[in-house]
């Protein structure tokens, strides 16, 4: 263990607080730039479904595309957060040569295995199907194979992302991911629609179709890391045995708690056109989709701070990592609260976007906005557990809120439609953020309720909780009043942040223009 400290302090010395914040803080803008393309984008592909199919189509589509997203997360193999860690550890400790060796034994067993579910899928899709529906469903089978067989093409996509994401490399990720698959996406669902072509064959191809260009380019722009990288090496590259059981025990578990979390957000949808209709499963997605958009946030400020995590384990410099987690906790609440509190206020006139009959789904949103503002209060605790190597634990938890998931939906489901799905997802989204978070505080010391994450809770309270609430009290809650105070709320948003933004730590922004004349 000296000797590895040793080898950090001579080969990466480690960066000053306000260098570090500034780092994450300049990805993390970029991410989020990035990912409101994509969160917009996202949304209105949903609009287009439900606008122009029906809601039984639309249900289909949306249960058929879950099913593939299940099945991708378990083509993955945990190798996402694998490869960021391995990557981001070896380029701390100066071992170039041992990155080539990592990147391989992650992507062969993902190609694989990715392979072999999309060809089992092809052939069990309509055994899946007669088991999934009571009655028989026009083109399912049809359907889920279209999706199936790009199962191998997006694991792919999403391993050679990741990997980049190690090297430090953001751009890959915002520009493969956030803005050309999904603008892809956006183009051929919305091309499909205006032709009025089959919700069963067209509609799902034109949806899975981008992720193989997306696949091919980052495969090349991470072979080009990998070989600019191994240019600094003084010794011979290792073999894929030496690196295959690190790389494996690390994610192998992380391979289940990914598979287990994937399930949660997306079985629901599956079980609920299996036990009450498809119409059900398209109302519930339309009902979840506003959460995505404040789900975006905490991911693209995941991915800008997943490597520097990593890097300050590795040198179990627990202040150094505790301030990244509290100051990115602290931008995420800044990003997200004000979405949720408004979604939990205005849930009804929101849903009519979607078309007629989808504002019945605003209780289910409204429900779901507040446990959110629960899941972001504490932060991107997975992440830090993963980068701290402690993946078994976010097996565990990942597990207990999975099966909990399942039972509750089981029993709920079948007699309380969309908000017994709603309950569920509730029940594991708070199990999966608050035992974790008590797993870092007593293994690391670890927390994320700073002075900026209190600050930016108050501070989305006030702007847009309080008054969203007496606007709904004494107004109408239509469009125009969402829109007013939206603006107003903004604004008065905008102003208590920049009086805040030393608390907030928003000086580390600063950073971009720097990074810019660099």
Known sequence: MVGTRAVVATVAPARSAAGE????ARHGVANLLGVAVAAVAGFGLNIIVTRGWSMSDAGLFFAATSAFMIAYAAARLGTGVGSVYFISRYRTLGQPERLRASVLVGLLPVLGVGTLIAVAGWWAAPRIVALTF??????AVRALRVLLVFVPVAALCDFALAACRGFGKMRPLLLIERLGRTGLQVAGVGLAALLGLSATTALPLAWVAPYLPAGLVATVW????????????????????????????????RALSGLAQMAVQRLDIVLLGALRGLSEAALYTAATRFLALGQLSGQALSTAVQHRLAEHLVRDDRDAAGRLYQAATGWLVLLAWPAYLLFAVFAEPMLHLFGEGYSAGARVTVFLALTMLVATGCGMVDTVLNMAGRTSWTFYNALAGTLVNVVLNVLLIPRFGIMGAAVAWSASILITNLVPLAQLHHAYRLHPFGRGTLAAAGLAVACFGVPALIARAVLDSGPVTLAVLAVLGTAGYLAGAWRLRRVLQLDALRALRRGRRR
């Open 21 to 24: 914040l500034g780092g994450a």
């Open 134 to 139: 009571d009655e028989p469903v026009p083109g």
């Open 222 to 253: 991470l072979a080009r890391l990998v070989r600019r990288a191994e240019r600094g090496a003084q010794v011979p590259a290792v073999s894929l045995r030496e690196e295959f059981g690190p790389y494996w025990r690390y994610s192998g578990p």
